[in-house]
């Protein structure tokens, strides 16, 4: 990119419940009589016979743990939301970069799922924020957010718009309380600010792909409850087991390896790297393929579970906060989504204003071995 351009500040939100593994124990037991029988799980069950890979490998020490590997998830209770997050996370993002919500000039809204499903969170937020500007929805699945921070940054450096607001949620548990799924996923959302940066700061390298060969492998289909609720029942087809790890690996070598070579950077001028948490494996899987030091990269899995599209902003905002990343670092970035995209992003961290992190749980303190590694 000619122009440097990237985040200038990033903030999260959380739920106020956190609920641990015990919960599913006291008030699901039935889950696990078929959660190993269940569609989702048997996708992240290793075939039988199949050859091992970094993705099986990886997989293989959290097999025999029917929470493979979760602590703890935050999830929405009483009046929270997915825009009471975004809410939050937003006005947090807009003070951290010294503005005000009138410097705002364009809103990007990626929400996995938004409050309102059609036609999406952008102009309610816009409301609760009371922008004037343009807003619009993001779809990308859960690696919306990168494709959002590449918009805002194409944007800017067109010199179209000065300041991009950037919104993304995940609210998993308003339609999977109960199922096998909701074992694995969390909610939480986060927002940062794109604007122009210091020289030699910013995005400087991309790559984006599409999914489409992943259709079909897992599906998320809206039925009821026996409360008549509605709820999303995810369900990998037979043979997401075997598809999983060959689409997993093929769309982070082809992305990671495109950011490289759009960035001109090598592998080993990466000062960090911060990888979508999608199951609690899924950062050691990455450190597997690329062969590089665990030290140089976080996993938030155990703590939040898999938290979609706002998995990466919080590792990023994570990282930066406790020191792992800071200003002129390189940043390595990678998140897919099934049925959706992939996008890989390398960045010259600039100095970027950091909202607090989310009140800790008492599990959070007492394991901090478990997460932030």
Not at 48 to 60: I, P
Not at 70 to 77: L, M, N, P, V
Not at 139 to 150: D, I, N, R, V
Not at 329 to 348: P, S, T
Request: glycine residues 8%.
């Amino acid at each position: 990119m000619s122009q440097s351009v990237g985040i200038r500040s990033i903030a999260v939100s959380f739920p106020k419940e956190v609920i641990g593994n015990n919960y599913f124990l006291e008030n699901y037991p039935e889950l696990f009589d078929t959660t190993k029988q269940a569609s989702f799980s048997k996708a992240f069950t290793p075939v039988e016979g199949a050859e091992t890979n970094a993705w099986t490998k990886t997989m293989l020490p959290y097999v025999s743990d029917p929470f493979r590997g979760s602590i703890e998830r935050r999830i929405i209770s009483g009046d929270e939301t997915s825009l009471t997050l975004e809410h939050n996370a937003a006005l947090q993002a807009i003070e951290l970069a010294n503005l005000t919500v009138w410097d705002v000039d364009l809103m990007i809204v990626s929400s996995m799922f938004p409050h309102h499903i059609i036609p999406g969170n952008a102009a309610y937020l816009a409301k609760q924020l009371n922008l004037e500007c343009p807003a619009f929805n993001l779809g990308s699945s859960c690696a919306g957010s990168l494709f959002a921070l590449e918009d805002a940054c194409l944007r800017v450096a067109s010199g179209r718009y000065k300041n991009i607001l950037v919104v993304v949620s995940c609210t998993y548990s308003r339609f999977c309380k109960g199922e096998a799924f909701s074992i694995f996923s969390g909610d939480g959302a986060g927002a940062f600010l794109v604007g122009k940066l210091e020289a030699n700061q910013g995005l400087i390298g991309s790559e984006i792909i599409n999914t489409k060969e992943s259709c079909g492998a897992v599906s998320a289909d809206l039925t009821t409850d026996v409360q008549g609720q509605p709820v999303f029942m995810v369900r990998a087809n037979k043979e997401a087991g075997k598809k999983m790890p060959e689409l997993f690996t093929k769309y982070f070598r082809k992305c990671c390896t495109g950011a490289l070579e759009n960035a001109d950077v090598t592998l080993k001028e990466i000062d960090f790297f911060i990888f979508y948490a999608a199951t609690a494996w899924y950062v050691d899987f990455c450190v597997e393929e690329l062969g590089i030091d665990p030290a140089k990269t976080i996993n938030i899995y155990p703590h939040y579970t898999n938290i979609s599209t706002a998995s990466v902003v919080v590792a990023l905002h994570h990282a930066a906060k406790l020191g792992k990343i800071n200003e002129g670092d390189l940043v390595l970035v990678y998140a897919h989504g099934f049925v959706g995209n992939a996008a890989a992003m390398v960045i010259r961290w600039g100095k970027v204003a950091l909202g607090p992190m989310p009140t800790p749980s008492p599990s959070f303190i007492n394991v901090p071995a478990a997460v932030m590694v």
